[in-house]
């Protein structure tokens, strides 16, 4: 497996204060990979520089061969970025939605086919002609996941993709996020939920203060730490 992403020594200094302190890790094609770490961790701002909306200070992030700093607009073409607190129009359906956002990528028979994945991807039933605004929190997530992925992206990447959502929400994005990777799609998501993590991905990075402590798979983690799940392993890693 060829790796979809490089993040080596990344770090980013926000006036005076150094938010990520040279994080390195790298993805692999076709993971669901996980960013985890406690809030102010620097899981966000490392997800941003990798989606090119925010520059690096120093260090070097590659997607799919492509460096983000000096091929920015090839990146853009291959990746989807969902943010953590994501908006839809609220006026629209959430098909009018998923057609106004289709025609930013194509045109004719092309855009309707993308409208159709995403469609599908959101499951939404008859509610997908329901206005934005009626939609609970979980649709809307789902909503928001269909925008992302219907245009077929190379690479996805999600902020905090259930957060806020209950366990059947939570369980049935998880179900989504699970499809969207079978079918060929590198995920890259950040979490807090260290058990959520620990069920869905192939392979995590926890993130503390700013630094990657850990990295590898859930299973090699609670390996070497003799821990029960992550949670375990990130308090041990943090305690030293
Ligand atoms: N625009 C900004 N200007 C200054 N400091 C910032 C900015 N954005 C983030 N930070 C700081 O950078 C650090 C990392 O923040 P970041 O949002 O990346 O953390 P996070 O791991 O995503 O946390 P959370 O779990 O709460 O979402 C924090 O100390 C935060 O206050
Ligand atoms: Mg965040």
């Known amino acids: 497996m060829t790796d979809a992403l490089i993040v080596d020594n990344v770090k980013k200094v926000y006036g005076d204060r150094e938010a990520v302190k040279g994080v390195s ?21 490392t997800l941003r520089m990798i989606s ?16 983000v700093t000096e091929q920015p607009d090839d990146v853009r073409k291959i990746i989807s970025y969902l943010p953590e607190d994501a908006g839809a129009y609220k006026d629209l359906t959430g098909l009018a939605y998923l057609k106004f956002m289709a025609g930013f990528f ?20 008859d509610r997908i002609k329901s206005k934005v605004d009626t939609y609970s929190k979980g649709m809307m997530r789902r909503l928001l996941i269909a925008r992302a992925i219907m245009p077929s ?31 060929g799609v590198t995920v890259l998501i950040s979490s807090h939920n260290m058990f959520e993590v620990e069920i869905i991905c ?9 630094h990657c402590i850990l990295c590898g798979t859930p299973a090699e983690l609670k390996e070497q730490y003799g821990a029960k799940n992550l949670e375990e392993v990130f308090v041990k890693a943090v305690k030293g």
């Open 25 to 45: 890790f790298s993805v692999k094609e076709g993971e669901i990979f996980g960013l985890i770490g406690p809030n102010g961790a620097g899981k966000t701002t």
């Open 202 to 210: 192939d392979r995590v990075a926890m993130i503390n203060e700013g």
């Open 106 to 125: 194509a045109d004719g028979e092309e855009a309707e086919k993308m409208v159709t994945k995403g469609v599908e991807i959101a499951d939404l039933d």
């Open 153 to 183: 992206p190379k690479f996805a990447i999600m902020d905090e993709v259930t957060s806020g959502l209950d366990v059947i929400n939570a369980y049935e994005i998880r179900e989504i996020i699970r499809n969207i990777a079978k079918s």
């Open 52 to 67: 090119t909306l925010l520059r690096i200070t120093s260090g070097k992030i590659t997607v799919c061969g492509y460096d």
